[in-house]
Nanobody, 119 residues
Framework: QVQLVESGGGLVQPGGSLRLSCAAS????????MSWYRQAPRKERELVAA????????NYADAVKGRFTISRDNAKNTVYLQMNSLKPEDTAVYYC????????????WGQGTQVTVSS
């Protein structure tokens, strides 16, 4: 059974930090590129950050560059999102996403974790 379980969300003041974790099970984690998406109320889901299977390459949405860092630990089947200098506009549900592209594309989503940035 495939599972992506996010944790680490919560309420934080502007300028604060949070670290999201996504624990994967039920598939070969090291074969999947991992990413974090977010969806704010009344907005479409958007890509926040992505990391390759080995962790040697990452990319970020312009809105989070320099503030967020994505990383992965293939030994622990976990992907992380370190979020610093948080802003109210970062408020959203954050989703973990796994994808493997080949002759067939395999894609999995987590259930999401709420991040609220407010004073």
């Amino acid at each position: 059974q495939v599972q992506l379980v996010e944790s680490g969300g919560g309420l934080v003041q502007p300028g604060g930090s949070l670290r999201l974790s996504c624990a994967a099970s039920g598939f070969t984690f090291s074969s999947y590129a991992m990413s974090w998406y977010r969806q704010a109320p009344r907005k479409e889901r958007e890509l926040v950050a992505a990391v390759t299977t080995t962790g040697d390459s990452t990319n970020y949405a312009d809105a989070v560059k320099g503030r967020f860092t994505i990383s992965r630990d293939n030994a622990k089947n976990t992907v992380y999102l370190q979020m610093n200098s948080l802003k109210p506009e970062d408020t959203a549900v954050y989703y973990c996403h796994a994808v493997r592209v080949g002759t067939t594309t395999w894609r999995y989503w987590g259930q999401g974790t709420q991040v609220t940035v407010s004073s």
